[in-house]
């Protein structure tokens, strides 16, 4: 069995899409309630590695992209979730990875996504003295 | 900094590192809390250096985002183009020329070289072996005059285009570029017998500031301090990109995690670097002329995903387009992003005369051990400067010296073939 035979069946239902870009780029759509269970097993049971997670402000809301790396074979499996637009909201993993700990921080400050559940939630590169409540890598609504 | 803060309830005493240091490039601030010699906790500040290329990636067009990119770090000013044109290149699904991928290798692995030198100085230099700082340094001077050679630039090469590279190597000046890369090799003999003969070396890196195989899991650091923990990842061979599945190299693996094992890792790769430079000139040479571009004419909406190992680890890019001339969404990744929280398990197991070279080991892209005060706890009042740290870890190093009789004493013998040509 493949490795991304092994993504598919042990994800099983949480998968709601999944799409293969090409050879090596592969991404998952799951519901935001799932993202530690399935960051468990992508990471413990798949010994994936955790790249980094991707925060976007889109026009129907916000998407975080989780990479991780599956670096016996060079694939990168991307976990999609979206996030409600007015209150964004999910569960933090770096309970589960401990690299995800300054990635969360990152899109907490710049996205203005909480995370539930983090350690250490304070500011990562932003000044103490930047305003509460400006999340710079927010789209500005078109005039 | 107005930042020296001392914990109420705990007596522990924190020392400030940085946010400035000369001798790197960029800057970071750690907490380091110890009680007496020991350091139990640290803390790391950043941002002093938050540009926010992100944004400004979204509002230039895709080949104006190759130069932006380069301009992340001075060092690392190849890698980044390099995990950016191989997203882009995800995205559009184009084939580069081989010629434009050997290319590619070539100054990629100049600059590994290069900026692995700079490291093993600065190592040098924070263990009080000042003679292997300015060699180091010194023989970096032929590898930059390598890159000037090919690309006009001693940094920022300007070398990446989506699909392909901006300028050809003249067949005619690979016999040069190969001289000059064997000249490198003796200096290369030089450190590594510094480093793997020298007990003072031994006694001041072995054991310390150990990250342990699972730690790098979990901590999911990658590039060199990864590998000297004994995890075995290498973009260039597990994700193969451009040319390195064409020539013949190996990946640099050890066991310990230990400082030593990541300077060994370092020096090692060196020559791993030299020989894909030398394949990929004998590559180069079997290519038609001038085909370095795929001409990539127009951007698909959708997503790319490119990463590249730089020398300290992988880089990593995500694109995402909605069918404009330029990126809706880019992410960037610096592998020191995923290194530097290592230091948080790294440095609290030793002394604070082994904190600077600890935090030295993962060669941060923004490390900054300059500035540094120790405070004490109740008056606030600085006992330690930067100074003083770098004092300890030197003086540590003299110690040792006085304990281990070197016999015969070793003295580095420069090589001559090297000298003063450049």
Redesign the interface.
Known sequence: MNVVEEVQQKLDKKINKFFK??E??Y?IDIDAKEIVPSAKIMFRDIEC????A?G?HTPQGFEI?Y?F?H??????F?LRVALDKNAPEIESITSI???????EREMWEMLGINFKNHPNLK?????PDFPEGVY??RQKPRE | MGEFQVEDKKKQTIIPIGPYHPLQEEAEYFKLYVEGEKVTKLDIE??YQ?R?I??LCETRHFDQVVFLVERICGICSCSHPFAHVNAVE?LC?VDVPIRAKYIRCIIAELERLHSHLLWLGLAGHFLGYNTVWMWAWKYREPVLDICEFITGNRNHYAMFKIGGVRQDIDNNDIPQINKMCDDLIPALDMFKGAVMDDPVIHARTKGVGILTKQEA??????GPTARASGVD?D?RR???CAAYPLVDWKVIVTPNGDVFDKVVVRVLEMYESVKIIKGCLEGLKKEPKGEIDAKVKSFPP????G?YEAPRG?V?H?V?SDGANRPA?Y?V?APS??NI?SNQVACTRGTISDAAITLAAVDPCYCCTERSAVLDEKTNKKIFGWEDLLRLSQEKTERIKKRIPLNPPFVPTEPTSVKGEY
């Open positions: 870009k090409n090596q780029r991404y590695r955790f790249a980094i991707t976007t992209l990479h790396s670096d016996k074979t060079g694939k990168i991307s990875i401990t690299g995800a700990e300054w990635i500011r990562l590169l932003l000044a710079p890598l | 950043l941002g938050h926010g992100e944004k995800d699904g899991i979990d901590y999911c650091v990658v990842i973009v597990d994700d193969p959708g997503e790319g995903i990463h992988e990593f995500y995402l969404r992410k990744r992003y995923m929280p």
